[in-house]
């Protein structure tokens, strides 16, 4: 049979995702072992997730970030040049993550070396020394990063948007400043990593996981003496700014920076997939309307998006681009029409049904490497969900209808409420 390659084959909505799960068992010290055996590659992650380790659970700014950048700058037999050439000696990665919720440290190796980079994390969490020397370097390092991205529209803004939408005193709200940096002393690092480290631990391991790394895990994380989970108290209300429009007026520059949202909720909320949709239509993707207007009609912006950022207590909703300082309103102008236009008039069935094939198969090739499973996994157990998430994710995709989507906008997307920030100018 010859194939007519100018008849495109037939399309068929994506029903069901087979996520491979994580399956759960504990160290020798009660440390919750999280193990997804998956690809064919002999490769591992190995991920330490401190889960009382977060900004949010940080007495002092910066506590959080340089406590966990510190790990890897020395232990009581390493400096943070042997640390960098172990790591190196073995083609592993080293990443350390400190978050607002929690915190990771993960390392990213050939398989035959498990027990080696293991041994290794072991080592820096339970002997950092966080040499006198090391920090003094990393704050240098850390406020010329800051100074350098200050000057940077993109950055302020979106800086602006979190301190409007939560508050400067919400962990959500707040970011490090110059000053913050150089009110870290060592000490504060120190009271952190006793403080917060050793309370709940979780480990996952994914990719070639054979009995041997199992072990190997136990034998140096499932040792380590763990403190008592403590009482985390909740954490504090967010407060929204009033006021809709926020500019912070840079004479000099060109070109004005777009923010504007609204919060929204967390994963748990019932409306959150149907939101989701609403998005990908608005923002979400490069043949969104959003792009389609401002980007290739108006010719105004290189680039628009909008997204769902979601956190363990709270959510928001962002949209956010650049543009000639002459054309900020306009642009404002027309986002507020896009959403008005899905608000009030249904989505045609070409463009529903395009989104839903978009998403699907988004879902579908995030689960395709085992450190992609991984992450799946923390995105529903660190927020209180199961795997049945992805299935009633998918569900509602197929099955959103564009009434739905006009309701779902005109309820979350109130355009009295979003708030607006500029940085540059109207003109």
């Known amino acids: ?69 510190m790990l890897a700058e020395g232990t009581a037999t390493k400096s943070a040049y042997d640390i960098s050439e172990y790591v190196d000696k073995f083609g592993a990665f080293l990443q350390l993550s400190p978050g607002v919720d929690y915190t990771t ?31 003094d370097k ?34 959500y709200g707040l970011s490090l400043d110059e000053e913050d940096v150089s009110h870290i002393i060592r000490e504060d690092l120190l009271s952190f990593y006793h403080n917060n480290l050793f309370s709940q631990l979780e480990v996952i391991i994914s ?10 895990v136990n034998g140096h994380l499932g040792q380590i003496s763990m403190q008592s989970k403590p009482q985390v108290q909740p954490t504090s209300a967010y407060h929204t700014a009033s006021g809709k429009r926020h500019l912070i007026t840079k004479p000099d520059s060109l070109q004005s920076s777009i923010r504007m949202g609204i919060p929204t909720f967390t994963k748990q909320h019932p409306d959150y997939s149907s939101l989701s949709v609403v998005n990908t239509l608005l ?15 108006k010719g105004l912006t290189y680039g628009i998006s909008s997204a769902l950022i979601t956190q363990q207590e709270a959510g928001y909703f962002l949209i956010g681009t650049d ?12 986002i507020y029409k896009e959403i008005e236009e899905i608000q009030t008039k249904p989505v045609s069935e070409v463009e529903l049904n395009t989104i839903k094939n978009y998403m699907a198969g988004r879902l579908l090739s995030s689960v395709d490497t085992s450190f992609a499973l991984a992450e799946k996994f923390k995105n529903v157990y660190l927020y209180g969900l199961s795997y049945d998430f992805y299935k009633k994710h998918l569900a509602i995709i197929n099955s959103i209808e564009a009434t739905s989507i006009q309701q779902i906008a005109s309820q979350y997307f109130i355009i009295k409420d979003i708030k607006e920030i500029v940085v540059g100018g109207y003109e």
Do not use: W
Not at 142 to 156: D, P
Not at 207 to 216: H, K, L, P, R, Y
Not at 283 to 292: A, D, E, K, N
Not at 323 to 334: C, G, P, R, S, Y
């Open 207 to 216: 990719g070639d996981v054979s009995q041997n790394v199992t072990d190997a």
């Open 105 to 135: 440290v993960a390392v990213y190796c050939l398989s035959k070396y498990a027990n080696e980079l293991i041994g290794l994390l072991q080592e820096i969490i339970t002997q950092a020394s966080f040499p006198q020397e090391e920090l």
């Open 138 to 171: 990393l704050k240098t390092i850390q406020q010329q990063r800051l100074k350098i991205s200050n000057e940077k529209s993109s950055v302020v803004a979106s800086k602006k948007m979190k301190s409007v939408l939560f508050g400067d005193a919400h962990p």
């Open 283 to 297: 923002g979400g993707y490069f043949g969104s309307r959003l792009m389609r207007n401002i980007r290739e009609e």
């Open 1 to 69: 049979m010859i194939l007519d390659r100018t008849i495109a084959p037939a399309s068929l909505p994506v029903q069901e995702v087979n996520i491979i799960e994580a399956q759960t068992q504990y160290l020798d010290n009660g440390i919750p072992l999280h193990i997804i055996r998956a690809g064919k590659q002999p490769v591992l992650g190995i991920e330490l997730v401190f889960r009382h380790a977060g900004v949010k659970h940080e007495t002092k700014p910066g506590a959080c970030f340089f406590t966990i950048k």
């Open 323 to 334: 543009v000639k300082k002459e054309f900020t309103q306009l642009a404002i102008d027309e």
